[in-house]
């Protein structure tokens, strides 16, 4: 990894080892991975990187972090990552999330937006849509899962992450994740009952919302929702599914650097 | 011995295909459900239950599944409940209740009192984790399984032997009043027995509170190294395993002649059988299994219940759909010469089960029937089996001092002066297996 760019660290959280991806240099701009994990250092990642240092913590459970016996619920995962940015001194930090990382970012905000300085989400997940559902990614292989959250799987970024065989290591790797994801998010499905409430707590917070125009994982309903909720936010749309990250990389970087600034 | 009977009791007025174009079981609409026919089948297989505690087996072996024509016992206490009632002698065994998805122990612990109690103390509960596909049917979280699992067991014994009132603050349960006014006749609870697969971690679960293990029809040779595991745990603890300590469930089929069974056996791989009971991706949800347990499945080869699973996508076409059909049903002859279903009048029958019961030498035996048959063709095979092939089978295991659960209390059998001796007859598996 680290010829991409990027290196692995060890941190402390309490008594509980975080793996944290970083790279770049510049103000820190923690990244909050999806429910497959991190799934590799992409052309976003470099482009943020010219000027951001990118903070990219591995889930507790997700199989490089070890699994935090206590954390049941996504309140528990926001606490314990309200911790970490607090005793590393990142307060107030940017904050970027994708679907299940998204649906962390906005449970933090929610429970203290001081906490972060600007927030994008991307095809969070967290609430529950107004209509449609969210995909459901237990009932089916991870592949079938991840080949839903693109339009097209042969685009380049996507088939550089997931093209050709599953290798064992990526099955354990989903394994992992999909587990820890169902420890989280099993009932109800991916979001917080109370999400719409909560959200009218976050107040000041620049946050910009990104989706896919075409998303078959989240509908866009659940993202015009956090737009409604969210006061003063930006909703901005792409026409691709649930990683405008790595469908659109292009748009996304503009979009998304522009905002952060 | 005690020698049990099981079917699944499963549903089969539906087309056949339905089931193989999925290859799943799970999951087929329960549109294909003939409300009438399916009270007729539920009845026939109670009655069947019934005729067996009239014609002397020793134990009457109940399971349930979800959402699914493999097993229409979807609530297997309602029928336990029945057979308490309209039965006389034979004990009433329920192998196993899913308690992560029945999620609510103590109404467990109270139906299980209950039938113990109808029953005249006659009750025989296990508890099991559920299949995969049953933790999305019943929406438990599968990543808290084996936990939901471990404080369930230890709530139902607590509320069968602690004096109540008394408040339970567990990780996943909890209550406030724990005093049920059913309790089993059986003191302190009734015996459990614990059935499985090929988990290596619910052995090891089983050994550790000294519960007979049922093996479910697994191989001959990975079920004797999972004994064997057993018994070496139970040697760590300080008693030698014994037949009382296991089970075996096994698929059986008699008839008047040696070709007739062999016919009938083949309608136990009716729509692909246990190969097709759920997709892999529902018979392992995420965090159902342990992570060494993820790794040893990562192989379909490594399962010993999905011999000729066939294809790794659903059949396209009708041709693909025939050539899966002809692939599981032609695979029948290796069930066979596995010695995953057995066949034959009940002469031939005595001669090979002699063989498996000399191998594994259980305390525990079922019978397993299955398939779609007509009435009197099943009634028939019953009929054999518990009128000659039982009492064949009762004076094999006297010769070979196969001694069960209620002869000499699992846990109790104590080691010899040289140490743990291994279980059952590996070298007579392999010199003439």
């Known amino acids: ?261 | 011995m005690h020698i049990m009977f099981f079917t699944e009791r499963a549903y089969h007025h539906l087309p056949e295909d339905e089931i193989f174009k999925r290859r799943s079981f799970f999951g087929v609409p329960n549109t294909f459900l003939d409300r009438e026919k399916g009270a007729e089948t539920l009845n026939m297989y109670l009655d069947e239950k019934i005729y067996c505690d009239e014609i002397g087996f020793d134990g009457l072996m109940l399971n349930e599944h979800h959402g699914t024509p493999f097993c229409m016992g979807a609530v297997m206490n309602v029928e336990a409940s029945v057979l308490a009632k309209a039965t006389k002698r034979a004990r009433i065994v329920l192998l196993g209740n899913p308690t992560p998805i029945v999620a609510n122990p103590l109404r467990l612990a109270e139906e299980l009192a209950m039938i113990d109690m109808i029953s005249g103390g006659r009750l025989v509960p296990g508890f099991i984790r559920g299949a995969g596909s049953e933790q999305l049917f019943m929406n438990a979280n599968p990543a808290y399984n084996r936990e939901y699992f471990d404080e369930a067991h230890d709530f139902i014994l607590a509320a069968w032997t602690k004096p109540g009132p008394f408040r339970w603050e567990g990780k996943h349960f909890h209550y406030r009043f724990v005093n049920p006014w059913v309790l089993p006749v059986q003191k302190p609870h009734p015996p459990i027995w614990i059935p499985g697969l090929i988990s290596p971690e619910t052995v090891q679960w089983t050994a550790d509170h000294k519960y007979p293990y049922v093996a479910l029809a697994t191989m001959l040779k990975p079920t004797l190294e999972l004994w064997n595991m057993y018994g070496k745990i139970a040697a760590d603890q300080g008693y030698q395993a014994g037949p009382e300590n296991f089970g075996y469930l096994q698929p059986v089929f008699c008839a008047d002649t040696d070709e007739k069974a062999e016919e009938m056996g083949k309608g136990f791989m009716f729509g692909g059988g246990f190969s097709h009971f759920a997709k892999p991706e529902w018979m392992f949800p995420p965090g159902y299994n342990s992570k060494a347990a993820t790794k040893r499945l990562a192989s379909q080869a490594a399962n010993p219940n999905l011999p000729g699973r066939g294809f790794d996508h659903d059949p396209e076409t009708e041709a693909e759909l025939q050539q899966l059909k002809q692939q599981l049903y032609g695979s029948y002859s290796d069930w066979q010469k596995q010695r995953q279903i057995i066949t034959g009048k009940p002469e031939t029958l005595i001669k090979k089960l002699r063989f498996i019961l000399e191998v594994l030498r259980p305390g525990i035996f079922s019978f397993w029937l299955d398939g779609p048959y007509p009435h009197n063709e099943r009634r028939r095979c019953v009929e054999l089996l518990g009128k000659e092939v039982l009492p064949a089978l009762k004076e094999i295991g006297k010769e070979l001092q196969l001694t069960d659960p209620f002869e000499m209390k699992p846990g109790t059998r104590k080691l010899s002066g040289s140490g743990y001796e291994a279980v059952g007859n590996l070298r007579l598996l392999e010199t003439e297996g």
């Open chain 1, 1 to 261: 990894m680290a010829d991409q760019g990027c290196k692995e660290v060890k941190f402390k959280v309490g008594d509980h080892e975080l793996q944290v991806v970083t790279g770049g240099s510049g103000k820190t701009l923690l990244v909050l991975h999806g429910e497959l994990g991190f799934p590799g250092w992409l052309k976003w990642n470099q482009a943020l990187a010219a000027k951001r240092s990118l903070c990219i913590p591995l889930h507790p459970g997700f199989g490089k972090s070890p699994m935090a016996d206590w954390i049941m619920d996504m309140r528990d995962l926001a606490a314990f990552y309200s911790r970490f940015i607090r005793e590393q001194k990142l307060t107030p930090v940017d904050v970027i999330g994708f679907s299940l990382g998204g649906w962390l970012a906005a449970e933090m905000a929610a429970a203290n937006p001081s906490q972060f300085n600007k927030m994008v989400l991307v095809g969070a997940t967290g609430l529950r849509p107004p209509t449609g559902e969210i995909a459901d990614m237990f009932t089916v292989t991870a592949r079938a899962y991840l080949n839903k959250n693109v339009v097209d799987t042969q685009g380049e970024e996507f088939r550089k992450l997931f093209g050709g065989e599953q290798t064992p290591e990526q099955f354990e790797a989903w394994e992992d994740a999909r587990a820890e994801t169902a420890r989280i998010a099993w009932k109800p499905y991916m979001y917080t009952q109370s999400m719409p409430h909560l959200l009218e707590n976050v107040v000041n917070l620049p946050t910009l919302i990104v989706w896919g125009k075409r998303d078959a994982i989240v509908p866009l309903a659940a993202g015009e929702l956090y737009h409604k909720k969210i006061a003063g936010s930006k909703l901005v749309t792409f026409d691709c599914g649930h990683m405008p990250e790595v469908e659109k990389p292009d748009d996304f970087i503009r979009e998304v650097t522009q905002f952060l600034g």
